[in-house]
């Protein structure tokens, strides 16, 4: 038989260290308790306040403490995502695409809300909770008679619609915080005067119209459920699914 070579952990990946077994139980601190303590301070601060640094002193451990689990802020932004990604709770109780990709969907919406430092990690990240995510959905789509590739477009083209429009909502609330407006009436006054003049050109008379007639400005939750129909309408007419 070939002789089994140890493997040099320094080239394990940050998920293929945690899956062994720990040399020395350390109850003090675990992966769990590093990405929530890191989770809160990104909720609280953003992104950048969260450094290997303040992670040990929020945690009260020394602080080299953490690197025994990951290496750097690189795997601590997976830990992270990892962490943030099982809050979405995809159950398996549903086999049909369309409910499955509408719940991922509203909820991704909803956990993005919650941690918006998430626009800014990087979309190419693989953890074991982030892949459970397209695992679940492109199992409803299995067996509906498309193919591997028009599968994962599927996944995407609503993944991606969730995103560009949860990053807009998100970009906007910043913006007004910044100007200090708390609601979309202070908005609204805060950009009148700019807002009249254009209106007062003439050149706009359809958003004129959206101006006067519309009752949803301030309803985001309903656009974005409104957008994700058409965009889930659009697929099923598309593919017949």
């Given at each position: 038989?070939?002789?089994?070579?140890?493997?040099?952990?320094?080239?394990?990946?940050?998920?293929?260290?945690?899956?062994?077994?720990?040399?020395?139980?350390?109850?003090?601190?675990?992966?769990?308790?590093?990405?929530?303590?890191?989770?809160?301070?990104?909720?609280?601060?953003?992104?950048?306040?969260?450094?290997?640094?303040?992670?040990?002193?929020?945690?009260?451990?020394?602080?080299?403490?953490?690197?025994?689990?990951?290496?750097?802020?690189?795997?601590?932004?997976?830990?992270?995502?990892?962490?943030?990604?099982?809050?979405?709770?995809?159950?398996?109780?549903?086999?049909?695409?369309?409910?499955?990709?509408?719940?991922?969907?509203?909820?991704?919406?909803?956990?993005?809300l919650k941690h918006p430092w998430m626009i800014r990690t990087v979309v190419l990240v693989l953890t074991p909770n982030q892949m459970a995510v397209p695992e679940r959905v492109l199992s409803t789509l299995d067996g509906l008679g498309l193919d591997a590739d028009t599968m994962m477009a599927v996944f995407r083209t609503v993944t991606s619609y969730v995103r560009g429009a949860v990053e807009s909502?998100?970009?906007?609330?910043?913006?007004?915080?910044?100007?200090?407006?708390?609601?979309?009436?202070?908005?609204?006054?805060?950009?009148?005067?700019?807002?009249?003049?254009?209106?007062?050109?003439?050149?706009?008379?359809?958003?004129?119209?959206?101006?006067?007639?519309?009752?949803?400005?301030?309803?985001?939750?309903?656009?974005?459920?409104?957008?994700?129909?058409?965009?889930?309408?659009?697929?099923?007419?598309?593919?017949?699914?």
């Amino acid at each position: 038989m070939p002789s089994q070579e140890k493997q040099d952990p320094a080239k394990l990946t940050l998920w293929e260290r945690l899956e062994r077994p720990a040399p020395a139980p350390r109850a003090t601190l675990t992966p769990q308790r590093i990405a929530e303590a890191a989770v809160a301070i990104a909720d609280a601060e953003g992104l950048d306040a969260v450094t290997m640094r303040r992670l040990a002193t929020e945690l009260g451990v020394a602080p080299m403490a953490a690197y025994r689990y990951v290496n750097g802020k690189d795997e601590l932004l997976e830990l992270m995502t990892d962490f943030v990604h099982g809050e979405l709770s995809l159950s398996d109780d549903t086999a049909d695409w369309r409910e499955a990709m509408r719940t991922l969907a509203t909820r991704t919406r909803a956990v993005m809300l919650k941690h918006p430092w998430m626009i800014r990690t990087v979309v190419l990240v693989l953890t074991p909770n982030q892949m459970a995510v397209p695992e679940r959905v492109l199992s409803t789509l299995d067996g509906l008679g498309l193919d591997a590739d028009t599968m994962m477009a599927v996944f995407r083209t609503v993944t991606s619609y969730v995103r560009g429009a949860v990053e807009s909502e998100i970009g906007l609330e910043q913006i007004m915080r910044e100007r200090g407006w708390a609601s979309g009436d202070e908005a609204r006054t805060g950009l009148a005067p700019q807002m009249s003049w254009l209106m007062g050109t003439g050149r706009y008379p359809t958003y004129r119209r959206y101006l006067r007639e519309a009752t949803r400005k301030d309803d985001p939750q309903w656009q974005f459920e409104l957008g994700l129909d058409c965009v889930l309408d659009g697929v099923a007419a598309r593919l017949g699914i």
